[in-house]
């Protein structure tokens, strides 16, 4: 079955303590994207990549890191987690590699900074 | 820049009621994407549709249709005789250019389908 997989889906954390998201997908995808979603802002890009070993700052990136080495594989990184980063977090692919064609979400990571 | 608006942040409508989704987007580029996608209470984002700028074809899916007009910049969405199950958050969104550019969305609609 095509799909984007997110680990973990819930997690609560302290300030400081750094974490790791992993995001895979199946269908040979060569753009991936991280989004956060919070109340009344919508679906706010963090970083995205257009092949291994490439990648860029969206519109949020404060505070987070990514790394492509695989073309399966975009983790996402709190190095220093802070409570401002408690959002519901979303993993995406695409097949076009300028992100013109349909993104594909993975089903969400619930995080909670305290 | 480009932006999404979706003006209506809560929408409640009675079961089997048609129900319109607005949105409005804003480029100055001829060449863009929409997209529409559905986030359920379950939180997942499903995708529904994908548009270009090219397509001013009006898209039916069983009671979903879709109205993109690019004379006034609008590409709403109906529900056709809404039911319970159609209750979600749903999206608007938009890609331009032919370059790599960000996904934009809207920040949603809250549809809520009242039995």
């Known amino acids: 079955e095509a799909q984007v997989t997110q680990n973990p889906r819930y997690l609560i954390t302290v300030t400081g303590k750094k974490l790791t998201v992993t995001c895979s997908q199946n269908m040979n995808h060569e753009y991936m994207s991280w989004y956060r979603q919070d109340p009344g802002l919508g679906l706010r890009q963090i970083y995205y990549s257009m092949n291994v070993e490439v990648t860029d700052k969206g519109d949020v990136p404060e505070g987070y890191k990514v790394s492509r080495k695989e073309k399966r594989n975009f983790p996402l990184i709190l190095e220093s987690p802070s409570p401002n980063q408690t959002s519901l977090y979303f993993c995406?692919?695409?097949?076009?590699?300028?992100?013109?064609?349909?993104?594909?979400f993975g089903p969400g990571t619930r995080l909670l900074v305290l | 820049a480009q932006k999404v608006t979706q003006a209506q942040t809560e929408i409640s409508v009675v079961e089997k009621e048609d129900v319109t989704l607005d949105c409005v987007y804003e480029?100055?580029?001829?060449?863009?994407?929409l997209f529409w996608y559905k986030q359920p209470p379950s939180g997942e984002l499903v995708f529904l549709i994908r548009r270009n700028s090219f397509d001013e074809q009006n898209e039916i899916s069983g009671r979903y249709s879709w109205n993109f007009q690019k004379s006034t910049s609008s590409f709403n969405f109906t529900i056709t005789a809404s039911q319970v199950v159609d209750s979600a958050v749903y999206f608007c969104a938009l890609s331009v250019g032919l370059g790599n550019t960000p996904l934009v969305f809207g920040k949603g609609t809250r549809l809520s389908v009242i039995a």
């Open positions: 480029t100055r580029d001829t060449t863009y994407y």
């Open positions: 995406a692919s695409s097949s076009d590699r300028l992100n013109k064609e349909t993104q594909y």
